[in-house]
């Protein structure tokens, strides 16, 4: 019976987004529980998909106990602020010195977390745990699927353990994976050796996604490959939206045998770089996608999706950008809905309006980014909402939602789920919530890249993947690097970094 301190913060963090992340939006938590501290975070991540829940519920039904340090998460952004991050791991490694004697400890991160004064913020706090609690303490961490991997997180982490689904409806079972691992390096009483090797070439999020190929096969093959000594392998395709050094797909491996590790780890490298010209897909612009999902939905008996790719919160984006909702207006869709469009403004002049009332509204045009003008439009109010409803769908398992005064407007044959607190498209309920049933719609288009897909493919007729002007640029290639190593191609097969601008 061993006592393991929990603890962690999670961080996406788009360089190029528009908005950072402050102390608040770790308090406030977004789609995520609030900033916690102590004991309040059993009840706070009971039967939540997030992988510190099931670390403690697995941990626990292996006869361990744990010690509650701090956790914060905050919605994909911007860097974090340096006061923030400084704020959240204080509390944390100040919980470890108060703490009664311990055997472990588990850090909840994500892996892609950049700060206004540090590329590598993950790699940094677990640099700070170690050197307080000295090198036997066994450190373990589990990791969301985007991590950007770095040298510094394997060298100061006895062991790192990623999510394998994209869309994420594996988290809670990562949480669970890592305690059972993390047994079983208490139980032998030895730390597993490890090894590592990075990719040199940058993976579009949208082709990441595991309901696909190659990801699809590749993740598939990880149980068979922890055999022969190896206990965990891990591939990371990176989180592409990171101008950092270290931003790319890598794969790591631990096991108590050090040749079957190592030899584990070049396998699956291999396999990955073999891959590399299949990560790839067409994407249309605003007016080819519409047109293309209308004539597809001529004959449809399911909703033709899309994904608005680049204005996706999960990345970085802030929900809000007004190409798709043009595109689709423009084209005169019929039964067409988009949500979540984020507009505060836009928000309160329909709730004092009312249902039934007609008024003008302009939407997007905020998130300073080139060709995202506002698009203003009569609308119909059809529908208000106070924001709050609980989550149905298997990403947000367990979540409960408050989005703030919420409305359906409707445009012509397009109705939009306007909201004021920002939050990924990845869950039915988000049109529900106002009235829409998303089952009879012809066309939805859901600000997402990938984890919507947990809910809606099994609705959809087909998806598209669309990139109007937004912040989450759809190509790294299109991106103004200016940290990123050199060497690495921009995408699959694409032009390689030099340095300066591409």
């Given amino acids: 019976m061993a006592l393991i301190a929990v603890g962690g913060i999670q961080h996406e963090t788009n360089t190029f987004a528009p908005s950072k992340a402050d102390l608040n939006a770790f308090q406030t938590g977004g789609g995520f529980p609030p900033l916690t501290t102590g004991p309040d975070l059993y009840s706070r991540f009971k039967d ?9 519920d697995q941990i626990e039904a292996l006869g361990h106990h744990t010690h509650a340090l701090t956790w914060g998460a905050a919605s994909p952004s911007d860097v974090v602020t340096e006061h923030a991050y400084e704020h959240i791991c204080g509390s944390i490694l100040d919980g470890l010195r108060a703490a009664p004697p311990y055997d ?6 994500h892996g892609a977390m ?11 706090l677990l640099r700070r745990v170690r050197a307080l609690i000295g090198p036997d303490i066994p450190l373990v961490a589990s990791l969301d699927l985007h991590c950007n991997t770095t040298p510094e997180m ?34 032998q009483g030895r730390k597993p050796a490890k090894a590592f090797e990075q990719m040199q070439f940058l993976i579009p999020l949208h082709w990441q996604c595991t309901m696909m190929q190659p990801a699809q096969g590749l993740y598939d093959t990880l149980p068979d490959r922890e055999t022969d000594g190896v206990i965990h392998t891990s591939f990371t395709p990176g989180f592409p939206a990171a101008d950092i050094h270290h931003c790319g797909p ?8 050090a040749a079957a590790t190592r030899a584990a780890c070049e396998r699956l490298a291999g396999d990955v770089n073999g891959l590399e010209s299949v990560f790839s897909g067409t994407i249309f612009d605003p007016d080819a996608g519409v047109l293309e999902a209308m004539r597809l939905a001529a004959t449809a008996s399911r909703p033709i999706v899309i994904a608005d790719t680049q204005d996706n919160p999960g990345a970085g984006g802030d929900s809000n950008t007004a190409g798709m909702l043009r595109a689709l207006v423009e084209n005169r869709a019929e039964k067409a809905s988009l949500g979540l469009m984020i507009d505060r403004a836009a928000a309160e002049i329909a709730h004092r309006a009312g249902v039934g009332a007609e008024v003008n509204l302009t939407f997007g045009g905020h998130s300073g980014v080139d060709g995202d003008e506002p698009f203003e439009a009569l609308c119909t109010v059809e529908q208000l909402h106070d924001g709050r409803f609980d989550a ?14 919420s409305a359906c407007v409707r445009i012509g044959g397009t109705r939009v789920v ?85």
């Fill in 48 to 56: 939540k998909n997030i992988p510190i829940s099931g670390f403690i």
């Fill in 104 to 109: 472990a400890i588990y850090l909840c991160l």
């Fill in 114 to 124: 950049v700060t206004e004064h540090l590329q590598d913020g993950e790699g940094e």
């Fill in 154 to 187: 394997i060298t100061h982490a006895d062991l790192l353990v990623a999510y394998r689904t994209y869309p994420h409806v594996d988290m809670a079972d990562t949480g669970a994976r890592t305690a059972r691992l993390l047994d079983e390096i208490l139980r």
């Fill in 250 to 257: 890598s794969v790591f491996a631990y096991g108590w045998d």
């Fill in 392 to 405: 149905t769908g298997p990403f947000y398992k367990g979540a409960e939602f408050n989005l703030g005064p």
């Fill in 418 to 502: 306007l909201a004021c607190n920002k939050v990924q498209m990845a869950d039915q309920a988000m049109y529900r919530f106002v009235g829409i049933e998303p089952t009879e719609e012809k066309i939805l288009v859901n600000k997402s890249s990938v984890h919507f897909r947990a809910d809606f493919a099994p609705i959809a007729e087909e998806i598209l993947v669309c990139a109007a002007p937004g912040p989450m640029i759809a190509d790294p290639a299109d991106l103004p690097w200016k940290r990123l190593r050199k060497g690495m191609r921009l995408n699959p097969l694409g032009p390689v970094w030099g340095g300066g601008h591409p």
